[in-house]
């Protein structure tokens, strides 16, 4: 069980910049490829970005290819979501999801191909 914790969330202007953690609780933690999700009000939960187990892959979605960077550090146990020119559109609660199968064969955008979920991060951005 990867326990995942969420953090970096909060109130920007658009055209400003968040960077979001997420911490996991396991070693194992540096087999995983990690993925960042969000979901709006009234909306599904929709992919953002994913990194592979050794940060050599990374994948993202249209919407935020070119704004968007992920991240990992292994020995921290930690990935990241590098978010700038915010638009009111990326207002969202963020999630990071763990994957076991570490992304050596691709990167995931479906949340069905995530095991470990946290709880979420809010990002409002004002315009």
């Known amino acids: 069980q990867v326990h995942l914790v969420e953090s970096g969330g909060g109130l920007v202007q658009a055209g400003g910049s968040l960077r979001l953690s997420c911490a996991a609780s396991?070693?194992?933690?540096?087999?995983?490829?990690m993925g960042w999700f969000r979901q709006a009000p009234g909306k599904e939960r929709e992919f953002v970005s994913a990194?592979?187990?050794?940060?050599?892959?990374?994948y993202y979605a249209d919407s935020v290819k070119g704004r968007f960077t992920i991240s990992r550090d292994n020995a921290k146990n930690t990935v990241y979501l590098q978010m700038n020119r915010l638009k009111s559109e990326d207002t969202a609660v963020y999630y990071c999801?763990?994957?076991?199968?570490?992304?050596?064969?691709?990167?995931?955008?479906?949340?069905?191909?995530?095991?470990?979920w946290g709880q979420g991060t809010q990002v409002t951005v004002s315009s």
């Open positions: 999801a763990a994957n076991q199968q570490g992304g050596r064969y691709g990167l995931e955008d479906s949340t069905g191909a995530y095991d470990y």
């Open positions: 990194i592979s187990w050794n940060g050599g892959r990374t």
């Open positions: 396991e070693r194992t933690f540096s087999t995983y490829a």
